[in-house]
């Protein structure tokens, strides 16, 4: 079926225009100033979704939080703890086995849990041990280990990267952690990418932006959303897509908004139209 649709040529160059923009390709990150995403990496493939209520409280767990506080805390590792570590790892370390993830988390996770337990008995310090470690760990063991000094030099300094930068990385979890409860319990919820709390400063604002650099996120969860080019305010049906935040489809994130916009054009022209007819009624 066809829509006898016609558009000014101010305004076909304006969807034109808008439309390739939709089809660039999506932003690195969402870290650089301006952003209201926080510091998350969206580079890979990235699911999204916003969460609420108990369900998402109950996610605001350290093992979630570990995206929002990579990079945050980066004091160089001691010189005395890497040495003492390499020694001890060497010693043990088998070549048929090299594995610098596991050789990290095996160096890191009992001393960081009890260093946590030493300034904060209360804490859930096993979860928090593991998430600090897999940070600093993820971050050092990026090149498979071909030799035991490769792998335990490697593994090592990720370990004393997480026991040297606790204090910073402690403070960073509890205030994503405090964060992530106070959106949690808000009608518009939190966003969680890949399992990863999402430390947005306005969650509306960052699942435009994030529409923008080709990125979905699945609102289904808030049972009821109205949303435009503009973002999202007001009460609608939240599964009925057609909007810049609707569940991914297999263009890319792109196709929802450019519906949604193509709808804000046509309401315009009909505007325009019953405008000039309404001129034309002779009056009495």
Excluded: W
């Excluded at 034109?16 to 998350?40: H, I, Q």
């Excluded at 003492?84 to 070549?95: D, K, L, M, V, W």
């Amino acid at each position: 079926m066809k829509l006898g649709l016609r558009l000014g040529s101010t305004t076909l160059a304006a969807c034109t225009l808008l439309l390739t923009t939709l089809a660039l390709p999506p932003v690195a990150r969402a870290d650089d100033a301006g952003t209201p995403c926080g510091n998350f990496d969206f580079s890979q493939g990235i699911s999204c979704q916003i969460e609420v209520s108990g369900g998402c409280t109950a996610d605001c767990t350290p093992l979630k939080l570990e995206a929002g506080c990579t990079g945050s805390c980066s004091m160089l590792p001691d010189i005395d703890c890497s040495n003492a570590c390499q020694t001890t790892c060497t010693s043990t370390c088998s070549p048929s086995a090299l594995d610098c993830m596991a050789g990290c988390h095996g160096e890191c996770d009992q001393p960081t849990t009890t260093t946590c337990q030493q300034q904060d008995p209360t804490a859930d310090c096993v979860s928090q041990a593991q998430a600090q470690c897999d940070m600093h760990c993820k971050e050092t063991c990026t090149t498979p280990p071909t030799d035991c000094s490769q792998v335990c030099e490697t593994c090592c300094d990720g370990s004393c990267s997480a026991q040297i930068n606790f204090n910073c990385d402690f403070q960073c979890f509890a205030n994503l952690q405090g964060g992530c409860s106070v959106q949690c319990q808000k009608p518009a919820g939190a966003i969680f990418c890949n399992g990863q709390y999402v430390n947005a400063s306005d969650v509306d604002a960052c699942i435009t932006y994030l529409a923008t650099q080709g990125v979905t996120v699945d609102i289904s969860a808030r049972g009821s959303v109205q949303c435009d080019s503009d973002g999202c305010n007001g009460t609608g049906n939240a599964s009925a897509g057609g909007c810049a935040v609707g569940p991914a489809s297999t263009d890319g994130g792109s196709g929802g908004l450019a519906l949604a916009v193509a709808g804000l054009f046509v309401g315009t022209a009909a505007a325009r139209s019953l405008r000039r007819r309404a001129r034309r009624v002779p009056t009495a």
